[in-house]
């Protein structure tokens, strides 16, 4: 017998229909189908379009040099900063926007490991984002510091690591593949107990639920906007540094940008006050208005409300996925206090599964090696959606469409 699918979807519609955040979703321009893949790149804000027209037709088309001055420009690392700092749980001059996240996190550790000279341990997740990973390796051999993977989903495991050796801790706050969320204040608890310093990546969290960066007495943290935060693709990054660092934090790139008085054009270098001094480069101007444009749909946005939705997204695909769909494994955490806002689903052939979705008009991507990852927007997602994701899910793989082989054939982006 086929599952009630129509059933489902009457449940889900009056769900939508009682959602506190409805109205927001028609901030967004939306695709044909079912978009999950949020939390790689998020929907286009529709204000974006007109803010960018100016953006390029005007400030840059008429007002040329001058729009540094004029429109703006050159501050917009740390206005952006103190609008994302509020999605942080930080304080305004804690937060700076601008360059990449792999730029930022380089800066951040290697700022966190001078914090604790002596100390010979940079501890991250075996399992961490690749760039996470590759960064953290690159500054251990920089500065000679031993590299530690381990399993911070293992407590035990990690307590082993977190000793008198410890300079620094990094790890992301939602695992990028699981979906796992970590316990932010009580690892950095545990972290600063040890006498480390500890950065976060949360990319992964920032914009899908609340985020309190002092609150959990985090010292540094970097992530993007171009997922949850919808700033665009290849959008700039963002960092925060604790204000007990904010005067004290040596970052290694001491680009002209990051000077107290740029303009001064000193041979030497005057670390600017908070996190300013993170800025490095030139800021990348049209990006930025972008961004800049793309938090105005926050500005009226419960961020409570949105984890709750999270919550009733993700529940809602478990259960369907667990009752209708048996050929596939849920990985995610079922706990709520263990659950970022994606859910990943394990099948041999995850590949293929999800190209023969995505035909479909279901749009989820692929982590090696056999997970199809789905991410779950609060804003801009119904749950009449995830009815229809889970329902297409299904008739794939009863039918084996997925087996066209085609959907094999490897992209460059999976």
């Not at 040329?64 to 103190?82: H, Q």
Request: glycine share 8%; hydrophobic share 45%; with cysteine.
């Amino acid at each position: 017998m086929a599952p009630p699918w129509d059933e489902a979807r009457a449940a889900a519609a009056a769900l939508d229909a009682a959602d506190p955040l409805a109205h927001v979703r028609d901030r967004f321009v939306h695709p044909d189908g079912v978009y999950l893949d949020g939390n790689s790149l998020g929907l286009l804000p529709r204000a974006v379009v007109p803010r960018m027209r100016t953006a390029v037709e005007e400030e840059w088309g008429r007002g040329l040099i001058g729009s540094w001055n004029t429109a703006g420009w050159a501050s917009l690392p740390t206005r952006v900063g103190d609008r994302l700092a509020r999605l942080l749980g930080a304080p305004a001059g804690s937060v700076v926007a601008g360059d990449s996240t792999s730029v930022h996190l380089f800066n951040a550790l290697v700022a966190a490991a001078r914090l604790r000279p002596g100390r010979t341990a940079l501890v991250t997740d075996v399992a961490n984002f690749p760039t996470d990973g590759y960064v953290a390796a690159s500054v251990a051999r920089l500065l000679g510091l031993d590299l530690v993977l381990v399993d911070p989903s293992d407590p035990l495991a990690l307590a082993r690591e977190l000793d008198e050796h410890l300079a620094v801790l990094t790890l992301s706050h939602v695992d990028y593949r699981t979906g796992m969320l970590h316990d932010m204040a009580a690892i950095t608890a545990q972290a600063h107990a040890a006498g480390g310093v500890v950065v976060w990546d949360v990319a992964h969290s920032v914009g899908a639920l609340p985020v309190d960066l002092v609150e959990a007495d985090a010292d540094l943290a970097v992530g993007c906007t171009y997922k949850y935060l919808c700033g665009g693709p290849g959008a700039p990054a963002f960092a925060f540094v604790h204000p007990r660092w904010g005067d004290v934090a040596d970052p290694p790139l001491t680009g002209w940008w990051g000077h107290e008085d740029p303009f001064a054009l000193e041979p030497g270098y005057r670390p600017a006050p908070g996190a300013a001094r993170l800025r490095v480069g030139s800021p990348p101007v049209l990006s930025m208005i972008a961004l800049d444009s793309a938090l105005d749909v926050f500005d009226d946005v419960d961020m409570r409300l949105v984890r709750a939705k999270s919550l009733a997204l993700t529940d809602l695909v478990v259960d369907l996925v667990d009752r209708y769909v048996p050929d596939v494994e849920v990985v995610v955490p079922r706990e709520h206090e263990r659950r970022g806002s994606q859910v990943c689903l394990r099948h041999p052939d995850a590949y293929p599964v999800v190209q023969a979705l995505i035909d479909r008009g279901v749009v989820g991507d692929f982590r090696e090696p056999d997970l199809a990852r789905f991410g779950f927007t609060p804003l801009t997602l119904r749950h009449v959606d995830v009815v229809d994701a889970v329902a297409t899910l299904d008739d794939v793989l009863r039918t084996d469409a997925w087996r066209v082989p085609r959907y094999s054939r490897r992209s460059s982006v999976t």
